[in-house]
């Protein structure tokens, strides 16, 4: 009786999607979800244990922590005269900006293969959303986004950079041009910033339809969900409107205060899992068709993706079946790059799940 009247009131669309899936990773190594693999030091988990047990849980978060936006607007550059708007991780604020922009017919455009979130946040919103195909090796096909602009005129334009799940950077010129061509927002996505070579966030206040999101998840602080928006205050107090009050807890306010404090030891980390990345992809070369990566993780392709996935979870080794996901990602398996002795594992297990 319920599942009819639920039937009946949820919009088709929403019926018609499957829930983000998370693989149960208990007894795992999990190489799955893009973690930092590396622990804090002990004398920075006695200090944040220190300040948990100071923190007053019976209280609502500050909604407005200057103090931590300060922070994080000097230790990522973020240019004068700039802002920043804080998420509940970057999900939220993918979110907020489909809420904020989606009038009547407007579309959110993006590049396909990319983060499943922007179409599926497209569908929760009811806003259109228009896909366009990467070329060759997963590069930018400019010629087919110019022409995906001209044609749609997307309010709101998303570009990962690097990609997930391909790990490459777009050309910083063509990604110049779409800014310029796009009559809306373009949202650069750089959840992947600290293994990267290059960023948009020193042209955030060159271009007045240019805002760049980031998230510190992948620097090590996956459990804390904090991401933020950066750009013109003109863009972000509109945005502020939207966001709902007390989104950042107060364990995440105050621990990543402590964190970005010592920013230095998540850099150094960040410059390891580059360093372990290089290794990797040498290793992994030797075993299937592997594309270059900026991000911390890497996409690799081989026959029988998914059997070699089953496989390699049969031995205790979690990481992303691809396959099936996007035409342009048959037989494609993505791996975290994770500690020296994780990825040596890996590859031990890749290597017994090809015999």
């Not at 060159?206 to 969900?225: C, E, H, I, Q």
């Not at 392709?301 to 099936?324: D, H, P, Q, T, Y």
Request: aromatic residues 8%; hydrophobic residues 45%; negative net charge.
């Amino acid at each position: 009786m319920s599942s009819a009247l639920v039937h009946n009131l949820i919009r088709p669309e929403l019926l018609a999607l499957h829930a983000y899936h998370v693989s149960d990773s208990s007894g795992m190594i999990k190489l799955d979800a893009m973690e930092n693999p590396y622990h804090l030091p002990q004398f920075l988990k006695d200090e944040i244990a220190a300040i948990v047990a100071d923190s007053e849980i019976n209280r609502y978060p500050n909604p407005d922590p200057f103090e931590l936006k300060e922070k994080i607007r000097q230790i990522e550059a973020v240019p004068e005269g700039c802002d920043v708007l804080l998420g509940n991780g970057s999900d939220e604020l993918i979110q907020l900006l489909a809420l904020a922009l989606n009038r009547p017919g407007a579309t959110l455009l993006s590049v396909e293969p990319s983060f499943v979130m922007y179409r599926m946040i497209a569908t929760f919103v009811g806003m259109r959303y228009v896909g366009v195909p990467l070329g060759e090796n997963f590069s930018l096909d400019i010629d087919a986004m110019l022409e995906a602009i001209r044609r749609e005129r997307p309010a709101l334009v998303f570009l990962a950079y690097p990609n997930n799940p391909t790990g490459n950077l777009f050309s910083a010129n063509h990604i110049r041009q779409i800014i310029a061509a796009s009559p809306g927002l373009v949202v650069i996505d750089e959840a992947y910033y600290a293994f990267a070579s290059d960023s948009f966030m020193k042209y955030i206040a060159d271009y007045p339809n240019l805002l760049v999101m980031r998230t510190f998840s992948k620097l090590g602080m996956a459990g804390l969900r904090l991401g933020f928006l950066a750009g013109s205050t003109d863009w972000l107090d509109e945005l502020e409107k939207l966001r709902l009050p007390y989104n950042v807890g107060v364990l995440p306010q105050r621990v990543v205060e402590v964190l970005l404090e010592n920013h230095g030891i998540l850099l150094q980390q960040a410059g390891q899992i580059r360093k372990d990345r290089a290794v990797l992809y040498k290793q992994l070369s030797a075993i299937a068709e592997v594309y270059p990566s900026e991000a911390n993780f890497l996409l690799f392709r081989m026959e029988n993706a998914a059997s070699v996935f089953n496989s390699l979870k049969a031995r205790g080794m979690l990481i992303k079946n691809l396959s099936g996901a996007h035409a342009m990602l048959e037989n494609c398996l993505r791996v975290t790059v994770g500690t020296p002795l994780e990825c040596q594992k890996f590859i031990e297990a890749l290597q017994e799940s090809i015999v």
